[in-house]
């Protein structure tokens, strides 16, 4: 039975996301001979911004391995929803500390992007893990006025590969109608075990079937935790 919301006069983040937490992701493209000295500017910017601001957290950090290849992932957690991401927002432009790493950190970059999002209840929020794990993290961009029926879809669709599942996100500032789903394994052949197992598992294959018309474009990077990821 899929879980129904119904839409009724609420806004579709109300109606997904139980939390007022706000969720930052940023993606920065690397120059490859720069990957050294961003990697050291990066961990010395986040204990910084730890110190200097006591409701942003970072959440996980990774490399991407396969996929768009230099890319660096971030994710930051804002305790206090909208109003203390907008603190660290303005603390960012003012701080002499924050805004020298942030100068000296886009000599290394091709390319920056950021997105503000929240959690989908069903999934709950992503904890630290053990050491030695990996990431795959799948991004899609929903058609308009369908991020509803995915979550009615994949509130159920999770369970059924719950021991791999670490996080799920949708935008809300950036690019629109844009989902995340973050999963570890151990390695590439335990992800396509994971993968087979939930075929063979009632449902899943209704879930899949009920998605794969929302979507309008998909992408999937396999990702390795930096030193300083709090999720290893």
């Known amino acids: ?3 129904k919301i119904d839409p009724g006069h609420d806004s579709h983040s109300k109606l997904l996301s139980a939390s007022e937490i706000i969720y930052e992701m940023q993606l920065h493209s690397v120059n490859p001979e720069h990957i050294d000295p961003y ?3 990066y961990e010395q910017y986040s204990k910084t911004a730890s110190q200097k601001s006591d409701g942003a957290e970072l959440v996980g950090s990774w490399r991407v391995e396969i996929g768009d290849q230099d890319q660096f992932i971030h994710i930051w957690r804002y305790k206090h929803g909208y ?3 907008h603190q660290f927002l303005e603390l960012c432009h003012t701080d002499k500390d924050l805004q ?3 100068k000296d950190r886009i000599k290394f970059l091709r390319h920056r992007e950021n997105q503000f999002m929240l959690s989908f209840s069903f999934w709950g929020h992503p904890e630290p893990r053990g050491d030695n794990n990996m990431y795959e993290m799948r991004s899609y961009v929903l058609k308009p006025g369908t991020m509803i029926e995915w979550g009615n879809n994949w509130a159920r669709g999770v369970t059924y590969r719950k021991e791999s599942a670490v996080a799920g996100f949708f ?4 690019q629109l109608y844009m989902v995340h789903h973050i999963w570890s394994y151990k390695d ?3 992800r396509k075990d994971i993968r087979d197992a939930a075929w063979r598992k009632p449902g899943w294959d209704e879930c899949v ?3 794969v018309p929302l979507i309008r474009e998909m992408q999937s990077r396999w990702m390795a935790p930096t030193s300083f990821s709090p999720i290893k």
């Not at 935008?171 to 950036?174: A, E, P, T, V, W």
Request: charged residues 5%; proline residues 5%; positive net charge.
């Open 39 to 41: 990697l050291q500017n």
């Open 1 to 3: 039975m899929v879980r």
């Open 171 to 174: 935008s809300q500032i950036g």
């Open 100 to 102: 020298n790493l942030i």
């Open 209 to 211: 079937a009920h998605t």
């Open 83 to 85: 109003p203390h991401a």
């Open 188 to 190: 590439l052949q335990m």
